[in-house]
């Protein structure tokens, strides 16, 4: 009768250098030294691939439909993701326009579509072609990600309008906020060593 040893990997935590055993049955495992996350506990790559399509399917949606309107008198002003950078621009606000278009608009596009080219070979057992551009876009993207910050300020801008406006929400504001959801989750799920043992694994 044959004995199995069960022998868990030794992390480096990446604050202060001291080497731990990992424990696979805690989901999160902090250093007992300086309390740094050495490892989280993070989703599969069906579950990456999965919110990266679910993002693709709302973008286009949550960028051309009515987000937000407001009625003053007999003047309804309609505001699109794609209509509302414009006015930045033209109030001359150039840097905040360009800030607003690619945190919310270029930058999230492009993490969705680098994920999909990046998990659906590994989701079916291939590895990716161009991986480590993939894989240093995405880790790059990750912090300018920022759909949240747009959804905060149609919430600031309906309290300061609200007593002088009829505000109208569109159905752009769904798609928007179910985006930034599968936005976010994509990015937390996000785990370099996740994809390099499915990157390892495949043929």
């Known amino acids: 009768m044959g004995i199995i040893l069960l ?11 001291l080497m731990i055993e990992d424990d696979a049955s805690a989901s999160r495992l902090h250093c007992p030294r300086c309390e740094t996350c050495v490892r989280k506990k993070v989703g599969s790559i069906e579950n ?9 399917i709302l973008f286009f949606p949550a ?9 003053l008198a007999d003047t309804t002003l ?4 794609f209509t509302a950078l414009p006015y930045f621009y033209k109030d001359g ?4 326009s360009i800030l607003v ?18 998990f659906a070979p590994l989701y079916e057992g291939k590895r990716p072609r161009f991986i480590k551009p993939y894989f240093k876009t995405l880790h790059f993207l990750n912090e300018w990600v920022m759909l949240d910050v747009y959804v905060i300020a149609v919430l600031v801008s309906v309290v300061k309008l609200s007593d002088t406006s009829e505000v ?4 752009g504001l ?16 996000f785990s370099p060593s996740k994809i390099w043992k499915a990157y390892y694994a495949a043929n």
């Open 7 to 17: 022998m868990n990997e030794t992390l480096c935590c990446h604050g202060c250098g």
């Open 48 to 56: 990456d691939l999965g919110y990266a399509l679910a993002g693709l």
């Open 63 to 71: 960028m051309t439909l009515p987000i937000i309107s407001f009625k």
């Open 78 to 81: 309609v505001n699109t993701m």
């Open 93 to 96: 606000y150039l840097i905040l």
């Open 101 to 118: 278009f690619f945190t919310s608009v270029f930058a999230p596009l492009i993490q969705i579509i680098i994920s999909i080219l990046l």
């Open 168 to 171: 109208i929400f569109g159905s």
């Open 174 to 189: 769904v798609m928007f906020i179910l985006l930034t959801s599968f936005s976010f989750l994509l990015s937390q799920s």
